[in-house]
Protein backbone atom coordinates (compact mmCIF):
# COMPACT_ATOMS: atom_id res chain seq x y z
CA UNK A 1 0.00 0.00 0.00
CA UNK A 2 2.74 2.52 0.73
CA UNK A 3 5.00 1.64 -1.60
CA UNK A 4 3.04 1.05 -5.15
CA UNK A 5 -0.07 2.98 -3.85
CA UNK A 6 -2.68 0.18 -4.16
CA UNK A 7 -2.90 -3.45 -2.83
CA UNK A 8 -5.89 -6.15 -3.82
CA UNK A 9 -7.65 -7.54 -0.12
CA UNK A 10 -9.66 -10.67 0.05
CA UNK A 11 -12.38 -9.11 1.87
CA UNK A 12 -15.88 -10.56 2.03
CA UNK A 13 -18.81 -8.31 2.83
CA UNK A 14 -22.23 -9.22 4.54
CA UNK A 15 -24.20 -6.75 2.21
CA UNK A 16 -26.71 -8.39 0.70
CA UNK A 17 -27.91 -5.53 -1.61
CA UNK A 18 -25.33 -3.04 -2.86
CA UNK A 19 -28.18 -0.96 -4.25
CA UNK A 20 -29.24 -0.30 -0.54
CA UNK A 21 -28.39 2.60 0.75
CA UNK A 22 -29.31 1.97 3.86
CA UNK A 23 -27.57 -1.16 4.31
CA UNK A 24 -24.21 0.44 2.77
CA UNK A 25 -24.33 3.02 5.40
CA UNK A 26 -25.22 0.85 8.52
CA UNK A 27 -23.02 -2.74 7.39
CA UNK A 28 -20.44 -1.83 4.64
CA UNK A 29 -19.41 2.02 6.24
CA UNK A 30 -18.25 -0.61 9.56
CA UNK A 31 -16.70 -3.20 7.29
CA UNK A 32 -14.54 -0.68 5.30
CA UNK A 33 -13.46 1.14 8.08
CA UNK A 34 -11.81 -1.52 9.15
CA UNK A 35 -10.64 -2.99 6.35
CA UNK A 36 -8.66 0.60 5.54
CA UNK A 37 -6.95 0.61 9.11
CA UNK A 38 -5.75 -2.74 8.22
CA UNK A 39 -4.69 -1.79 5.00
CA UNK A 40 -3.07 1.26 6.00
CA UNK A 41 -1.73 0.37 9.36
CA UNK A 42 -4.05 3.50 10.80
CA UNK A 43 -5.53 3.74 13.68
CA UNK A 44 -8.83 5.50 12.72
CA UNK A 45 -11.08 5.88 9.53
CA UNK A 46 -13.94 8.41 8.61
CA UNK A 47 -16.05 7.47 5.52
CA UNK A 48 -17.22 10.01 3.50
CA UNK A 49 -18.23 9.04 0.28
CA UNK A 50 -19.70 6.16 -1.65
CA UNK A 51 -20.72 5.68 -5.28
CA UNK A 52 -22.12 2.80 -7.02
CA UNK A 53 -21.24 2.89 -10.83
CA UNK A 54 -22.80 0.77 -13.62
CA UNK A 55 -21.10 0.36 -17.49
CA UNK A 56 -23.50 1.67 -19.62
CA UNK A 57 -25.59 -0.89 -22.15
CA UNK A 58 -23.50 -0.79 -25.66
CA UNK A 59 -20.59 0.20 -24.19
CA UNK A 60 -20.33 3.35 -25.57
CA UNK A 61 -16.85 5.59 -25.31
CA UNK A 62 -15.31 5.65 -22.26
CA UNK A 63 -15.31 9.42 -20.77
CA UNK A 64 -15.16 10.89 -16.79
CA UNK A 65 -18.06 8.47 -16.07
CA UNK A 66 -21.22 11.46 -15.51
CA UNK A 67 -23.20 10.47 -18.99
CA UNK A 68 -25.55 7.84 -18.92
CA UNK A 69 -29.29 6.87 -18.73
CA UNK A 70 -28.88 9.21 -15.36
CA UNK A 71 -29.60 6.42 -13.12
CA UNK A 72 -26.23 6.04 -12.11
CA UNK A 73 -22.78 7.09 -12.65
CA UNK A 74 -21.15 5.20 -15.22
CA UNK A 75 -17.38 4.04 -15.63
CA UNK A 76 -15.14 6.52 -15.53
CA UNK A 77 -12.28 5.91 -18.11
CA UNK A 78 -10.22 9.63 -18.02
CA UNK A 79 -7.13 8.88 -16.48
CA UNK A 80 -6.98 10.81 -12.79
CA UNK A 81 -6.42 11.33 -9.42
CA UNK A 82 -9.17 12.22 -6.74
CA UNK A 83 -7.40 14.76 -4.84
CA UNK A 84 -4.50 17.31 -5.44
CA UNK A 85 -2.38 18.47 -3.12
CA UNK A 86 -4.67 21.55 -1.93
CA UNK A 87 -7.81 18.94 -2.12
CA UNK A 88 -6.38 16.79 -0.30
CA UNK A 89 -5.55 19.19 2.56
CA UNK A 90 -8.65 20.64 2.64
CA UNK A 91 -10.67 17.20 3.05
CA UNK A 92 -9.53 16.84 6.20
CA UNK A 93 -11.28 19.91 7.89
CA UNK A 94 -14.21 19.00 5.63
CA UNK A 95 -14.51 15.16 7.27
CA UNK A 96 -13.19 16.85 10.54
CA UNK A 97 -15.31 19.80 11.67
CA UNK A 98 -13.78 19.98 15.16
CA UNK A 99 -11.02 22.47 14.56
CA UNK A 100 -9.22 20.80 17.61
CA UNK A 101 -9.60 17.61 16.49
CA UNK A 102 -8.31 17.96 12.89
CA UNK A 103 -5.18 20.34 14.56
CA UNK A 104 -3.94 17.25 16.39
CA UNK A 105 -3.87 15.21 13.01
CA UNK A 106 -0.25 14.46 12.44
CA UNK A 107 -0.65 12.40 9.55
CA UNK A 108 -3.32 11.29 7.45
CA UNK A 109 -4.27 9.69 4.06
CA UNK A 110 -7.31 9.19 1.68
CA UNK A 111 -8.20 5.92 0.60
CA UNK A 112 -10.41 4.60 -2.21
CA UNK A 113 -11.75 0.83 -1.95
CA UNK A 114 -12.88 -0.12 -5.11
CA UNK A 115 -15.41 -3.69 -5.04
CA UNK A 116 -17.19 -5.16 -7.88
CA UNK A 117 -21.26 -5.68 -6.64
CA UNK A 118 -22.30 -8.26 -9.08
CA UNK A 119 -19.85 -10.55 -10.48
CA UNK A 120 -16.20 -11.50 -12.01
CA UNK A 121 -15.40 -8.47 -13.58
CA UNK A 122 -14.80 -8.76 -17.20
CA UNK A 123 -15.72 -5.59 -18.65
CA UNK A 124 -14.01 -1.87 -18.00
CA UNK A 125 -11.71 -3.13 -15.00
CA UNK A 126 -9.90 -0.42 -13.43
CA UNK A 127 -6.02 -0.21 -13.79
CA UNK A 128 -4.18 1.85 -11.59
CA UNK A 129 -0.70 3.69 -12.01
CA UNK A 130 2.31 2.39 -9.90
CA UNK A 131 3.11 5.41 -7.77
CA UNK A 132 6.70 4.47 -7.41
CA UNK A 133 6.63 5.39 -11.42
CA UNK A 134 5.28 8.67 -10.95
CA UNK A 135 6.49 12.09 -10.91
CA UNK A 136 5.33 15.56 -9.53
CA UNK A 137 5.21 17.09 -13.23
CA UNK A 138 3.15 14.56 -14.33
CA UNK A 139 0.27 15.65 -12.23
CA UNK A 140 -2.04 18.49 -13.91
CA UNK A 141 -4.43 19.99 -11.62
CA UNK A 142 -7.95 20.24 -12.94
CA UNK A 143 -11.44 21.84 -11.62
CA UNK A 144 -14.43 19.53 -11.05
CA UNK A 145 -17.35 21.49 -10.30
CA UNK A 146 -20.42 20.49 -8.36
CA UNK A 147 -23.49 22.21 -7.98
CA UNK A 148 -22.82 23.90 -4.25
CA UNK A 149 -18.66 24.05 -4.66
CA UNK A 150 -15.61 23.26 -7.11
CA UNK A 151 -13.04 20.91 -6.10
CA UNK A 152 -9.70 20.20 -7.34
CA UNK A 153 -8.40 16.52 -8.60
CA UNK A 154 -5.03 15.58 -10.78
CA UNK A 155 -5.33 14.81 -14.48
CA UNK A 156 -2.13 13.22 -15.56
CA UNK A 157 0.31 13.93 -18.50
CA UNK A 158 1.33 10.59 -20.29
CA UNK A 159 5.23 8.90 -19.36
CA UNK A 160 6.65 6.10 -20.87
CA UNK A 161 7.91 5.61 -17.45
CA UNK A 162 4.30 4.77 -15.77
CA UNK A 163 3.61 1.29 -15.50
CA UNK A 164 0.09 0.52 -15.33
CA UNK A 165 -1.48 -2.99 -13.60
CA UNK A 166 -5.33 -4.19 -13.19
CA UNK A 167 -6.31 -7.41 -11.50
CA UNK A 168 -8.14 -9.94 -13.72
CA UNK A 169 -11.82 -10.97 -13.25
CA UNK A 170 -12.22 -9.64 -9.58
CA UNK A 171 -15.31 -10.85 -7.86
CA UNK A 172 -17.79 -9.53 -5.07
CA UNK A 173 -15.34 -10.76 -2.16
CA UNK A 174 -12.00 -8.83 -3.37
CA UNK A 175 -11.78 -5.29 -2.96
CA UNK A 176 -9.12 -3.01 -4.77
CA UNK A 177 -7.30 -0.51 -1.92
CA UNK A 178 -5.59 2.43 -3.24
CA UNK A 179 -4.18 5.70 -2.03
CA UNK A 180 -5.53 8.85 -3.03
CA UNK A 181 -3.46 11.20 -1.13
CA UNK A 182 -1.14 11.13 1.70
CA UNK A 183 0.00 13.98 4.08
CA UNK A 184 3.28 12.38 4.48
CA UNK A 185 5.58 14.35 1.82
CA UNK A 186 8.02 11.68 1.20
CA UNK A 187 8.85 8.01 1.82
CA UNK A 188 5.66 7.04 0.61
CA UNK A 189 3.19 6.53 -2.50
CA UNK A 190 1.15 9.47 -2.27
CA UNK A 191 -1.12 9.90 -4.87
CA UNK A 192 -2.38 6.85 -6.95
CA UNK A 193 -3.57 7.61 -10.59
CA UNK A 194 -6.28 5.48 -11.96
CA UNK A 195 -8.78 5.05 -14.91
CA UNK A 196 -11.22 1.96 -15.72
CA UNK A 197 -10.73 0.48 -19.75
CA UNK A 198 -11.92 -1.36 -22.37
CA UNK A 199 -10.20 -4.76 -22.35
CA UNK A 200 -9.64 -6.29 -25.50
CA UNK A 201 -10.17 -9.74 -24.14
CA UNK A 202 -13.67 -9.00 -22.73
CA UNK A 203 -16.38 -11.47 -24.32
CA UNK A 204 -19.05 -9.92 -26.33
CA UNK A 205 -21.82 -11.36 -23.93
CA UNK A 206 -20.09 -10.18 -20.50
CA UNK A 207 -22.19 -8.22 -17.87
CA UNK A 208 -21.57 -4.76 -18.13
CA UNK A 209 -19.83 -4.43 -15.18
CA UNK A 210 -21.27 -3.10 -11.55
CA UNK A 211 -19.45 -1.53 -9.17
CA UNK A 212 -18.83 0.55 -5.59
CA UNK A 213 -16.56 2.95 -4.31
CA UNK A 214 -15.69 3.73 -0.95
CA UNK A 215 -14.20 7.07 0.06
CA UNK A 216 -12.53 7.54 3.52
CA UNK A 217 -10.04 9.46 5.61
CA UNK A 218 -8.12 7.43 7.89
CA UNK A 219 -5.62 8.95 10.43
CA UNK A 220 -1.92 7.35 11.88
CA UNK A 221 -1.37 8.25 15.48
Known amino acids: ?3 EGF ?23 KEMAELACAATGAQRAYLFDHLVRKREAGRPALTFGRHGNGS ?9 NDYSEASGRALLHRV ?3 PGTAAAVNRYSIINIWRSIRGPILDTPLAVCDSRTLR ?3 LVPGEV ?13 HSPRHQWFYFS ?10 KQYDSQVSGVARFTPHGAFDHPGTPP ?3 LRESIEIRCLVVYD
Not at 72 to 80: D, E, K, Q, Y
Not at 169 to 178: C, K, P, Q, T
Open 96 to 98: LTD
Open 136 to 138: ATD
Open 7 to 29: ELWDAPSGVKDFLNEEEIVSVYY
Open 205 to 207: DAP
Open 72 to 80: RPAAAGRIH
Open 145 to 157: RYTTRTGEIYLVE
Open 1 to 3: MHR
Open 169 to 178: AMDRHEVLVF
